[in-house]
Each structure stands twice: as C-alpha cells, then as structure tokens.
C-alpha cells in the first residue's frame, strides 16, 4: 500500500525525522491561507502516488500568498502525467504547501529489504534528488548500504559511520544519527516495504531535513497496522484492483489488450511472457488463487472484462488444489451473466480436466481451446489480432 507524501512525512516528524512546515490544501483558497501562516514564499506540490512530480510540473515555487493560490489553481483538479503514471497519469486531489528551504547539499536515504540477505538494508547516497537507480548505474562508488540485524536491530555506531559518510561534519553526527534511527523505526515499527528520503538536504545554517518522502507498507501486514491503514486513498488506485480485494483476488492492471485468467502467481507471470513472446501484450495479472470458488472466478471474470481494452481473455488453469471443473463453472456462469464479445482461449489441465472441458463444450460458448500454454498464446494473439484488424 502507497501512502502520500504529506502522510509519510507526518509519519517521520512523529519518528523524529526533521521535515519542512508545511500542510494539506485541498482549494486554492487554502493553500493561499498557508502560505500566509508560512511567512508568504512557498513551494505547492502535487499529492499523488507517483514519481517524477517535479519533471511534470507537479511542484511550483510561489513568491506570495497570491502566486500560491494561482499555482493551487492550476493543479487541482487537473491531471498530472509523470514517468511513473502513464499516458492516462493522475488526477491532482490534493496539495502540499511547504516553507521554502535554503539548500546546501541534496542527499538519499532509504530503507528497503534485502531479499537477499532476508533483512532490511539501508541505502545512502550523496547523489540525492535523482532517481537511485540511475546513481547505481552510473556511480555505484556513491552509494552505501548498512544491513541491519533483525536480532539487535539498527546499532548507534552504524548511524555514525553512515554520517560521516554522508559528509556530515562533526557538529552535525548527533542530528544524522538521530534521523536515521527515526526513518529505522518507522520501517520496521510499521511494517513497510520502503521508507525512502529523496532528497534529504543539508541546509545553509547546517540542518539535515527530510524535503521529499516515500513510504510503501506490506499489504500483508496491514491488520496489524489500522492507523497505516486509514491512510489509503482509494482515489489513487485501480477501481477494479479495489473490487479485486474484496474477494481476495490478486489483479493488477497493465496496460495489454489480452486478458489473464490464471490460477498461481507463478503460472500467471509465466502465462504473461508467453503472451509477449508471440506478440501479445498482457492486460492484467490476475491471480485467482488455489481454492476460488464458483463465486469467486465468476467475479474475477467481471473485474477482468470491465477493462474497457481487453480485447480477448486467455484463462490458463492448472489444476492443483483448484479443480477444473470449478473453472469451468465459473466461466459458464460469469457468460451468463456478462455479454462476452471478445474471443476467448482456455487451456485446462491437471485435476478433473476432463469434466472441466465436457462443462464447456456443452455450455455453447464460443470458446477456443488449447492444450498447451504455447498454443493458447498463439491462439488468442492471433485472435486479437484478427479481430482488431477486422474493426479497422
């Protein structure tokens, strides 16, 4: 779960993190009033779950309480399109008004978990502002990890080897160490996937302060974290991944015209690159787990053909734990019920395949079958394909 920049950095003042005075606006008129409560000069950023806002034109410096609410003007309500968002981008909700900060140096830092070493990590850099891949690729020397042990936890003389790195000077040490154990706790005390400061600046008069923030939180966690929770803003994401949640369903929408219907994570990435290997672009992972029932496939088939660009649906089962024939039922009753008008490939193996493919066959559903997953690709590109090329 994503988080906004104003909900992490109130997370990290709350951890002891150093961030700019600033708050939420929602109407020009607002973010007018803050910029007055802030001494008049001012920067307005947009507030949505998506990189690369500055590039965009997401993030405005105004001079006085005026210009701030003309930049609020021009934001809200209009969309946004960064790297991070896509063609469609983001409709701008919400606004950050902050003080202007008088910066010396932009720096990274950020917390993640090493799956390799099966611990969180922390990251650090003096190349800040910048995207940290680009810094890796290009300057991997600027770059410096601490691994932190689950068993004793972030150590005070980590902080202060990381502070020097950093560049910090002596005077400083005791503030850096500080803030890093701040960003530390808040990752593991609410259970986050990232905790990232990008940029963390140094100011003129020596401070360290926290002028960009990120948090992702575990989705598996987030019973055990309510207040995290009432942070989600459900405008941010995808209506059909919000519906997919509650029937425990795992959808992801992309940007394809070939829609999945998969049992297991594993065989739906799978079933997505053999999609691309023959031509096709994949619309979704959907992902409707080893014990669906009837209901459930029948649901999974509505939140996948309410994709206005699904052209055609590939559904790729093995049967395991799930049966084919709960497969089966779950396709005749979703037809039912929703006028299917795009071709539709399905490839059934495994447990009771064979009552499965009877199931369909005397549904009269205009089905194209396969037995191989090599097949079923080639079938619904072909098929997409064809039938886009017939709309032309």
Not at 20 to 32: I, M
Not at 172 to 194: T, Y
Not at 205 to 226: E, H, I, S, T
Request: aromatic fraction near 4%.
């Amino acid at each position: 779960m994503n988080i906004h920049e104003y909900q992490a950095k109130e997370i990290l003042r709350r951890f002891g993190v150093p961030v700019p005075r600033g708050h939420l606006a929602v109407t020009p008129e607002e973010a007018g009033a803050i910029a007055r409560e802030l001494g008049g000069a001012c920067v307005v950023k947009a507030q949505i779950h998506a990189g690369g806002r500055g590039k965009a034109g997401g993030i405005k410096l105004a001079a006085n309480p005026q210009a701030a609410e003309a930049k609020a003007a021009e934001l809200l309500g209009n969309k946004l399109v960064t790297y991070q968002t896509g063609p469609q981008g983001r409709i701008v909700r919400r606004l950050l008004v902050e003080e202007g900060l008088d910066i010396e140096r932009e720096l990274y830092l950020g917390v993640v978990l090493d799956r390799s070493a099966s611990r969180p990590s922390l990251i650090a850099s003096s190349e800040g502002g910048v995207e940290i891949e680009e810094v890796a690729r290009k300057n991997p020397e600027k770059i410096s990890r601490e691994s932190i042990d689950p068993a004793v936890g972030w150590l005070p003389f980590q902080g202060r080897r990381l502070a020097y790195r950093l560049g910090a000077r002596h005077e400083q040490v005791a503030a850096v160490v500080a803030l890093v154990q701040g960003l530390v706790r808040a990752f593991v005390e609410l259970d986050c996937s990232l905790a990232e400061i990008n940029p963390l600046v140094t100011t003129r008069d020596g401070k360290f302060v926290a002028l960009d923030a990120k948090m992702n939180f575990d989705n598996n966690a987030l019973y055990r974290q309510p207040e995290v929770l009432s942070l989600r803003d459900l405008d941010e994401e995808d209506p059909r991944e919000i519906e997919a949640s509650r029937f425990g369903l795992s959808y992801i929408s992309l940007e394809g015209n070939i829609g999945c219907l998969v049992n297991g994570a594993g065989l739906a990435m799978a079933t997505m690159d053999i999609i691309k290997l023959h031509g096709g672009e994949p619309a979704n992972f959907l992902d409707v787990g080893g014990g669906a029932t009837r209901e459930k496939v029948t649901e999974a088939f509505k939140i996948l053909l309410s994709d206005q660009r699904v052209r055609g649906v590939l559904v790729n089962i093995f049967g395991g734990i799930m049966r084919c024939d709960i497969i089966a039922q779950g396709i005749v009753e979703a037809a039912r019920e929703i006028d299917i008008r795009v071709p539709m490939v399905v490839r059934l193996q495994g447990t009771n395949v064979e009552l499965g493919k009877r199931i369909l066959g005397e549904s009269g559903l205009a089905i194209i079958p396969a037995e191989t997953m090599a097949e079923a690709a080639e079938k619904i590109v072909k098929a997409v394909q064809g039938k886009m090329q017939n709309a032309n």
